[in-house]
C-alpha cells in the first residue's frame, strides 16, 4: 500500500491532502509465546504488511475515521464521548488510542484519518496493534506529545486492554513501534528494555514461512484470559510477583510446591521453559549459529500444544507436515487457538515445503492455507 496512493484517497474523502502519512507493521513472534502479561521474555520480529494511515488534525473535538479495507461511511465521533466497552468494531482501535492518549492528559483535539492495512486480520500477525501504533505515531508526532518506543505501545496496549477490553500484554505493540528491520527484537517486558538482534536469514542460506491456517482467532475471547488467570493463580501460589520470578533450574521445586494443581503445573511449566527458551534462542543467534534455533522452536510448539493448550488441529498440521519435509523447526506464534505457524527451513527445501503443507490441507478438506515468507522488516515510521 503506497503512501501517495493512501494520500490521494485521503484527499477525494476529506477535501484536503493530510499533514503527514505513517506506518506500523504487524509481527511474528519467532519465540516466547505467552510470556509477556508473566514479565518475561519475547522475541517478535516486525513483518512487510503494515498499516498505513493518512491523518490531518481537527479542531473542533471530533474524530473521523475511515477504512480502505472496510470501505463504506466515514464513521464521525466525538471525543468527549469515546468511552470503554459496548460493543466494537474496527473503529475501537484508532478511537481506544485517542481516548487513550486524552486519559493519559494529552491535549488532542480531533483527527481526520483514512487507513490501508495489509497485516491479514485474525491471523496472529497483530493487525490491530499495527492499527494502533500507526495512530498512536501519526498523533505523536503531530501533536508534539514526545512519546517513544514503549512508552507509545503502552498506551496503545491501554487502548486494547480498556478500550477494546482484550487482556494482552505489551508485546504486539511494542513489536509494532520498536522493531528494526533485519533485526528480531529481544524484550524484557518486565523492564521494556530492549536489545536488536540480528536476523538475517537470507545470509545463512535459511528462509522463515509464516503459514495463515485461515483459522480465525479472537482475543476478547475467553480461552486468553483464562490462560492468563491461571498464570497470575500460579505466581499467587508460588508467592512471586510474577512467573518470571520462577528461574527455570528453580522449576522442578516450583512444580513439587505446586502439587495437584495440575492445570496451574502446566502453565507454569509453559511459561518458565518458554523463557529459557527465549534466552537459548538469543544465545544462539549471537553464537552466529540460526540453523541451531530450529529445534527450540519446535520444542516451544510441543509446549504450548501439551502444556499451556493452545494450538489447534490446523497449527498442528502444518508443524507435522513441515517438520516431516524436513523444516529445521516449526511452531504456532502469536495468542494461539488459530492464527499463523512458523516455519524455519533451508531456502532450497522452501517450495516442496509449501507444496506439501499446501497438499496436506486440501487432503484434510481444509481451506487453503496463505504461506508466504517473512523478512524482518522497518518498525513504525513516518513516510511522507
Ligand atoms: C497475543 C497478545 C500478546 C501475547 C501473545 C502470546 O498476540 O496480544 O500480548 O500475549 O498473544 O504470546
Same mark, same amino acid.
Given at each position: 500500500?503506497?503512501?501517495?496512493?493512501?494520500?490521494?484517497?485521503?484527499?477525494?474523502?476529506?477535501?484536503?491532502?493530510?499533514?503527514?502519512?505513517?506506518?506500523?507493521?504487524?509481527?511474528?513472534?519467532?519465540?516466547?509465546?505467552?510470556?509477556?502479561?508473566?514479565?518475561?521474555?519475547?522475541?517478535?520480529?516486525?513483518?512487510?504488511?503494515?498499516?498505513?494511515?493518512?491523518?490531518?488534525?481537527?479542531?473542533?473535538?471530533?474524530?473521523?475515521?475511515?477504512?480502505?479495507?472496510?470501505?463504506?461511511?466515514?464513521?464521525?465521533?466525538?471525543?468527549?464521548?469515546?468511552?470503554?466497552?459496548?460493543?466494537?468494531?474496527?473503529?475501537?482501535?484508532?478511537?481506544?488510542?485517542?481516548?487513550?492518549?486524552?486519559?493519559?492528559?494529552?491535549?488532542?483535539?480531533?483527527?481526520?484519518?483514512?487507513?490501508?492495512?495489509?497485516?491479514?486480520?485474525? /491471523? @496472529?500477525?497483530?493487525?490491530? #496493534? !499495527? &492499527?494502533?501504533? *500507526?495512530? =498512536? %505515531?501519526?498523533?505523536?508526532?503531530?501533536? +508534539? $506529545?514526545?512519546?517513544?518506543?514503549?512508552?507509545?505501545?503502552?498506551?496503545?496496549?491501554?487502548?486494547?486492554?480498556?478500550?477494546?477490553?482484550?487482556?494482552?500484554?505489551?508485546?504486539?505493540?511494542?513489536?509494532?513501534?520498536?522493531?528494526?528491520?533485519?533485526?528480531?527484537?529481544?524484550?524484557?517486558?518486565?523492564?521494556?528494555?530492549?536489545?536488536?538482534?540480528?536476523?538475517?536469514?537470507?545470509?545463512?542460506?535459511?528462509?522463515?514461512?509464516?503459514?495463515?491456517?485461515?483459522?480465525?482467532?479472537?482475543?476478547?475471547?475467553?480461552?486468553?484470559?483464562?490462560?492468563? /488467570? @491461571?498464570?497470575?493463580?500460579? #505466581? !499467587? &501460589?508460588?508467592? *512471586?510477583? =510474577? %512467573?518470571?520470578?520462577?528461574?527455570?533450574? +528453580? $522449576?522442578?521445586?516450583?512444580?513439587?510446591?505446586?502439587?495437584?494443581?495440575?492445570?496451574?503445573?502446566?502453565?507454569?511449566?509453559?511459561?518458565?521453559?518458554?523463557?529459557?527458551?527465549?534466552?537459548?534462542?538469543?544465545?544462539?543467534?549471537?553464537?552466529?549459529?540460526?540453523?541451531?534455533?530450529?529445534?527450540?522452536?519446535?520444542?516451544?510448539?510441543?509446549?504450548?500444544?501439551?502444556?499451556?493448550?493452545?494450538?489447534?488441529?490446523?497449527?498442528?498440521?502444518?508443524?507435522?507436515?513441515?517438520?516431516?519435509?524436513?523444516?529445521?523447526?516449526?511452531?504456532?506464534?502469536?495468542? @494461539?487457538?488459530?492464527?499463523? #505457524?512458523?516455519?524455519?527451513?533451508?531456502? =532450497?527445501?522452501?517450495?516442496?515445503?509449501?507444496?506439501?503443507?499446501?497438499?496436506?490441507?486440501?487432503?484434510?478438506?481444509?481451506?487453503?492455507?496463505?504461506?508466504?515468507?517473512?523478512?524482518?522488516?522497518?518498525?513504525?515510521?513516518?513516510?511522507?
Amino acid at each position: 500500500m503506497g503512501a501517495q496512493q493512501v494520500a490521494d484517497r485521503f484527499a477525494e474523502l476529506y477535501g484536503a491532502g493530510p499533514e503527514g502519512v505513517w506506518a506500523a507493521p504487524g509481527r511474528v513472534n519467532l519465540i516466547g509465546e505467552h510470556t509477556d502479561y508473566n514479565d518475561g521474555f519475547v522475541m517478535p520480529f516486525a513483518l512487510p504488511h503494515q498499516a498505513v494511515a493518512a491523518v490531518s488534525r481537527r479542531t473542533d473535538g471530533v474524530l473521523r475515521l475511515h477504512s480502505a479495507d472496510i470501505g463504506g461511511d466515514i464513521t464521525e465521533l466525538r471525543l468527549d464521548d469515546l468511552a470503554p466497552g459496548g460493543d466494537h468494531d474496527w473503529t475501537a482501535y484508532p478511537a481506544g488510542v485517542v481516548w487513550a492518549l486524552r486519559e493519559a492528559g494529552h491535549e488532542i483535539t480531533g483527527a481526520d484519518v483514512h487507513l490501508a492495512s495489509t497485516v491479514p486480520t485474525g /491471523a @496472529g500477525l497483530s493487525s490491530s #496493534a !499495527a &492499527l494502533e501504533v *500507526v495512530i =498512536a %505515531l501519526a498523533l505523536n508526532d503531530l501533536y +508534539g $506529545l514526545g512519546l517513544k518506543g514503549w512508552r507509545l505501545a503502552r498506551l496503545c496496549q491501554r487502548a486494547e486492554n480498556v478500550y477494546v477490553g482484550a487482556p494482552t500484554g505489551i508485546m504486539d505493540q511494542t513489536a509494532s513501534a520498536c522493531c528494526e528491520a533485519g533485526h528480531a527484537l529481544f524484550l524484557d517486558t518486565r523492564d521494556l528494555s530492549q536489545r536488536q538482534i540480528p536476523f538475517d536469514l537470507a545470509a545463512a542460506g535459511l528462509r522463515l514461512l509464516v503459514v495463515d491456517t485461515q483459522v480465525k482467532h479472537a482475543h476478547s475471547g475467553g480461552e486468553y484470559g483464562k490462560r492468563r /488467570a @491461571g498464570c497470575e493463580k500460579g #505466581a !499467587a &501460589l508460588l508467592g *512471586v510477583d =510474577a %512467573l518470571r520470578d520462577i528461574p527455570y533450574d +528453580g $522449576l522442578d521445586a516450583a512444580l513439587a510446591r505446586l502439587g495437584d494443581e495440575e492445570e496451574v503445573v502446566r502453565l507454569v511449566r509453559h511459561v518458565v521453559t518458554e523463557n529459557e527458551r527465549v534466552e537459548r534462542t538469543v544465545a544462539l543467534l549471537r553464537a552466529g549459529d540460526p540453523r541451531a534455533i530450529g529445534p527450540v522452536l519446535t520444542e516451544g510448539h510441543a509446549s504450548l500444544r501439551d502444556d499451556f493448550r493452545i494450538s489447534c488441529p490446523e497449527l498442528d498440521l502444518v508443524v507435522d507436515t513441515a517438520l516431516a519435509g524436513g523444516a529445521l523447526g516449526a511452531r504456532m506464534t502469536g495468542g @494461539g487457538f488459530g492464527g499463523s #505457524a512458523i516455519v524455519l527451513a533451508e531456502a =532450497a527445501d522452501v517450495e516442496t515445503l509449501t507444496k506439501s503443507v499446501e497438499a496436506a490441507f486440501a487432503a484434510a478438506g481444509l481451506t487453503a492455507p496463505r504461506v508466504f515468507e517473512a523478512v524482518p522488516s522497518a518498525g513504525a515510521r513516518r513516510l511522507v
